[in-house]
């Protein structure tokens, strides 16, 4: 079984939500969530704000980033293990790699409009 960490904005509506579904998901307890935002100084691996900036997650002693973060904790979960193992070809990689950066663009309006919706 696969040593995996996987960091995340606790004060992020968007966050908050897809890491619950996440935890939902992962039955096996295979996945350590760590709330970057609350965690003291040695539970996260780099500096705070750019823990934040990104999704990051740590498998098997390899610090992730971005997209390659993503299929990792996809990998932990069995209904989202084979897009996580079709993210190990490259080319797949890159592609969610372009998504997720588009993303991160438009993050923070999601971000003003989920906590509208849904003020914590």
Do not use: K, N
Request: glycine letters at 6%; aromatic letters at 6%.
């Amino acid at each position: 079984m696969t040593d995996l960490t996987v960091w995340h904005d606790g004060d992020c509506p968007l966050c908050r939500a897809e890491i619950a579904l996440m935890r939902r998901l992962d039955r096996r307890g295979a996945i350590r969530f760590v709330d970057a935002t609350s965690a003291g100084g040695d539970a996260c691996p780099l500096d705070r704000r750019a823990l934040l900036a990104r999704f990051h997650a740590r498998e098997d002693g390899q610090l992730l980033s971005g997209a390659a973060a993503f299929a990792a904790m996809w990998r932990a979960i069995p209904l989202l293990r084979p897009v996580g193992l079709l993210a190990r070809a490259p080319i797949v990689l890159r592609i969610l790699e372009r998504a997720y950066t588009g993303f991160l663009r438009i993050r923070p309006a999601l971000q003003r409009m989920a906590r509208r919706v849904a003020p914590s």
